[in-house]
């Protein structure tokens, strides 16, 4: 049985790099029949952050993740949070260290400062590893702060094949014998991966990148320890440009930014499901299930991908355009009340005009405060070359344009385009060109949610006409 898992640290925002691992560890585990499991990695607690771990769930939920085992659902391998876990990793070090693959090192801060170089660069000299059994039970019988450690060969290569990078191969001499249990009694990454990953029989580690050439180490441990080495995928980051990562400092880099900007979450998962992945048909607008469907292997990248906000801009105006009416006018709610039309109007009437235009929900204050706002505006507006309308024609057609209005009995759709057809054929010009100039001087706006007639019914007759005058008078 496949199982992967998402082994966030709650450390703050939920990166989309990481959203990007946790969606392809879960799309891998459910195209194969499998299990997804979220551990929540939170021993280094100097980086904790109150708050980290709900909103991770919130996320994954947000976006239709479920998992099979975590915290929050019991599962044969808990406690799924590392500093629920301490009695195990100090279990497994001991053992480790009768399996001759750590030791302990009672070395203290200034010995361990008067090992740095030249240019600042440290590397343990594997002092304690030669401290006889006696020595070492004496330091500790005194109650000497220790470390354990990882003790690596001194010479010797270690290699493993990554799905997606191939052979990757490491000479031992460049390895450290890195700290697995700290003084505190905490593990470090480097060790509770590997007897997580191991204990909660992990067949397939994904992640990102940085942990590419790290890995070979962490496998000298499942050796010593006599278990399976899951197979890896490594993933690369997505970048910001063809030199920077995309980053926390960019402001826009983590899913609730995103949100917050009226993205929906299916459309940010299907954008970056494929910055690293590519389906074999380059279908690019998937559900999470057709994402599932079609996830594979060989269609992860070597190379990272660089972010373009303005295409996962085009996919969310799909997924909006294709949402039930209800559903959009419920969600574009907020976005009404936080504009000048907030708690004004029946925001439906909005919402059916909007629905079609928009990529983003956060676009919606925007395209409505032409109704609260009208000012003098800038007639170059009533310029439009394709059309051929120009002031010249604005100020022709605006005068009849407010007989017109005055004149009708019902101000609705229908009878305000047969007048306006009516009047096209008397003047001779385009539906367009009237059009054109009706929505400039109903707006001063070159972009609008709906054209003339919608927008002069959302006004209604009397602000229709005052706006048409005042445009009207701008010409002059
Ligand atoms: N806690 C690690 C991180 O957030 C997870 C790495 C892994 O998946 O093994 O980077």
Redesign the pocket.
Known sequence: MIRTRF???PTGFMHIG?LR?ALYAYCFARSQNGKFIIRI?DTDRTRYVEGAIDRIYRTLDACGMKEDESDRIEGACGPYVQSKRGKIYAEYAKKLIELGGAYYCFCDKERLESLTDEIGNRKYDKKCASLSKEEIAKLLRLGIPYVIRQKIPTCGTTLYTDLVFGEIQVDCADLEDNILLKSDGMPT?NFA?VVDDHLMGITH?I??TE?LSSTPKYNLIYKSFGWDIPQYMHLTPIMKNERQKLSKRDGDANFEDFTAKGFLPQAIINYIALLGWSPKNNTEKMSLSELISAFSIDGLSKSSSIFDEAKMKWLNSQYIKELPFDEFNKLAIPYYENSLIASKYNYSMFSSLLQQRIDILSEIPEMVAFIEQFENFDTELFVRQKLKTDKVLAKLVLPKLIDLFKNLDSFEHQSINDSIISLCENIGLKKGQVYWILRIALTGKESTPGGGIEIALLLGKNRSLERLSLSYSLLH
């Open positions: 082994a966030p640290s990481n691992t990695e990454y991966n580690v992640r990102g942990y």
